[in-house]
């Protein structure tokens, strides 16, 4: 299948605001999708409320727009009755870790076959501008017009604590890193995590005086590097971006039907 077999034509021109980085994040995944082949009846997104969370309007395979903070829950509903599914559930910072940092924690812990994209933009966008969880502090918003004082998740580390199985990071600016990173992650067998930095010029960029989409992505360029890079060992103060964590562990749906397969025997028996 081509690209435009995974997107809905009529949906478009997209809502998101010029230079926002979200419609990066739609390519990159769509990429992912074409290159590993997947048929689009297989294919679920769950999205919640935010500019994120329109993401699931623009695709054209079976997809649900919930609720502020639990697409996660949802999706794991729609893991468990159909485990055959592939299951993607793309929400913003404050979706996927104010109102949903439980529920992120929780998918994680369980290890359920889910791909969680985190489009970090480190604002509510959609809602006039509000810091989130991720702003970190120093930061200038709508509800913190004389900077955040509140420091920021990493979450890279808040996954890899949580227990998630895969772990990866990097920015609307890397493009095909993105599509590689995405490609692993809907592969693996477990909980992953896969955060993008996303630029929004419109509230984050314009109050911190950070430029245009232009400018905030030149600082995704000059702020990063890659793990085991000379540059980030050098400079070992730029974020890091790559796979953090690539591992095997017992998958919650295949787990839970072992208990159903020994209820079942003892029933029987």
């Not at 509230?203 to 793990?227: C, I, P, Q, S, V």
Request: a positive charge; aromatic letters at 8%.
């Amino acid at each position: 299948m081509a690209v435009k077999d995974y997107l809905r034509d009529r949906f478009f021109p997209h809502m998101w605001c010029p230079g926002c980085g979200h419609g990066t994040i739609l390519n990159a995944l769509i990429h992912a999708i074409e290159g590993l082949q997947l048929n689009k009846n297989e294919i679920v997104m769950v999205s919640g409320i935010g500019c994120s969370a329109r993401i699931s309007g623009y695709v054209d395979f079976h997809s649900l727009h919930t609720i502020h903070g639990r697409a996660l829950t949802f999706a794991t509903g729609v893991k468990l009755s159909k485990p055959n599914l592939k299951v993607l559930v793309p929400m913003g910072d404050g979706d996927a870790l104010a109102i949903g940092g439980n529920h992120f924690i929780h998918a994680a812990r369980r290890n359920i076959d889910i791909t969680a994209i985190v489009m970090n933009n480190r604002i509510y966008g959609m809602t006039g501008g509000q810091y989130s969880p991720l702003s970190g502090p120093g930061i200038k918003a709508t509800t913190a017009p004389y900077t955040t004082i509140d420091s920021s998740f990493d979450v890279v580390e808040l996954a890899k604590a949580a227990g998630a199985t895969f772990v990866a990071r990097s920015t609307a600016f890397h493009v095909k890193e993105c599509t590689e990173m995405l490609m692993k992650a809907i592969l693996h067998k477990g909980f992953s995590v896969v955060e993008i930095m996303s630029q929004c010029p419109t509230h984050f960029g314009r109050k911190n005086k950070e430029g245009d989409a232009a400018n905030m992505l030149g600082l995704y360029r000059d702020n990063t590097a890659k793990l085991g890079s000379k540059a980030l060992e050098e400079k070992p103060h730029l974020i890091p971006r790559g796979i953090f964590v690539e591992k095997e562990r017992p998958e919650y749906c295949e787990e839970y039907d072992k208990i159903i397969a020994y209820a079942m025997k003892e029933k029987i028996s």
